[in-house]
């Protein structure tokens, strides 16, 4: 009797795996394919799978069905717990639907499951701005998502830009940048709203800036006129540069022709130009 029951056991386990793989293949199909019907029959043949309701999920929202795609959503949720993802797609499809309770309990819980990843923290910071009212919160999110991501940084300073009313001290008071490569995006950042004394200041604060980012910052000065910092970002690259002349010097540069040059380095060609270029700005 038990070796009967063993044989039926691995019998069931082996035809569960089985349509368990085919529901997989049906449902990555489905996203493939953008197709229902194998949504439907993922689903059909796993009913268990939250692969299988998350792909007919997906389809039910791409052709309009949304709260039959909202309840798929919350399945696969239900079926994996413990998958950040399927939370953090939980509480999208709510604040859609106008859930905005729902989408923020969602999010919260794909925080809990991933807290050192960008995007949980990133969408629940939106939800939370979006929700009005819980501002603080939600810069709190949003900035640690960019210490997570930096590519996340710039658009990050933008929304506070636009929320605080353009006031720049709030910007750096919400963005708190910590290390050097922060420092340079809000000096960028700066310089493109027209803040040059503030981009300035950051970009002082940064203690080590590659050839790289050097090169971004003066091109975006020289490109906004502002030459007198430009040059001074030119300067602070600069080999020996205590041997080099400010503006207005008519000191002699490099009479011997020793120096190497750079050809395609933004630069100055001699300070006479520079204060040329400033008067005529």
């Not at 795609?69 to 797609?89: I, M, N, Q, S």
């Not at 999208?92 to 794909?110: K, N, P």
């Not at 400010?246 to 490099?254: A, E, V, Y």
């Amino acid at each position: 009797v038990f070796a009967l029951l063993g044989v039926c056991f691995c019998l069931w386990m082996t035809l569960f795996a089985a349509r368990t793989g085919m529901s997989r293949v049906a449902a990555k199909d489905a996203l493939a394919t953008s197709s229902l019907e194998a949504a439907d029959r993922a689903v059909g043949l796993s009913a268990s799978d939250a692969e299988a309701h998350y792909a007919r999920a997906v389809m039910l929202s791409l052709n309009g069905a949304t709260a039959e795609a909202l309840r798929e959503y919350e399945l696969a949720a239900a079926l994996r717990p413990r998958d950040y993802f399927l939370w953090l797609t939980l509480g999208t499809a709510r604040e859609e639907a106008g859930d905005v309770a729902g989408s923020l309990v969602a999010l919260q819980e794909a925080v809990r499951l991933a807290p050192y990843y960008a995007q949980p923290r990133w969408r629940l910071g939106n939800a939370l701005l979006r929700s009005g009212g819980r501002q603080k919160e939600a810069f709190d999110e949003m900035r640690r998502a960019a210490e997570s991501d930096p590519r996340l940084l710039p658009a990050l300073i933008d929304i506070v830009w636009a929320t605080t009313g353009n006031d720049p001290a709030s910007v750096e008071q919400i963005i708190q940048p910590r290390d050097d490569s922060a420092h340079l995006t809000l000096a960028r950042f700066f310089v493109r709203k027209g803040r040059i004394r503030e981009a300035m200041a950051h970009f002082n604060y940064a203690g080590s800036v590659s050839k790289e980012e050097r090169a971004a910052l003066l091109q975006a000065l020289m490109a906004a006129k502002h030459y007198r910092e430009a040059y001074e970002v030119w300067l602070s690259g600069q080999e020996n540069k205590s041997n080099l002349p400010l503006p207005g010097s008519d000191t002699l540069i490099d009479g011997g022709f020793e120096r190497s040059i750079n050809l395609d380095e933004a630069t100055f060609v001699t300070p006479r130009a520079l204060d040329r270029a400033i008067d005529a700005s």
